[in-house]
């Protein structure tokens, strides 16, 4: 069963590499979705996959790339749009 979460990443994650790690590590887990800057200095992750796949997006986007410093991470459930493929919006 496909689940969706949006996830709001807050700490040191722009300028630092968040966005395209986040794309190289989540694609080979099979999800689909975005990720992107926010203007207020966060991150927002959406994601769509299996509960396994979103457990494991979930804990990468908790660690981040090395030189970010994540701080929280809130979730959202929310309803599956039928995403294709995981990509950087600019």
Do not use: H
Not at 3 to 14: D, H, I, L, Y
């Amino acid at each position: 069963m496909i689940e969706r979460v949006r996830m709001v990443v807050t700490g040191r994650v722009q300028g630092v590499g968040y966005r395209a790690s986040c794309a190289r590590a989540l694609a080979p887990l099979g999800v689909a979705g975005t990720v992107r800057n926010r203007p207020d200095g966060s991150v927002e992750v959406i994601v769509e996959g299996t509960a396994e796949q979103l457990a494991a997006a979930e804990a990468w986007c908790r660690q981040g790339p090395p030189y970010s410093k994540v701080v929280a991470v809130a979730v959202t459930s929310e309803e599956p749009e039928g995403l294709a493929g995981f990509r950087v919006v600019r």
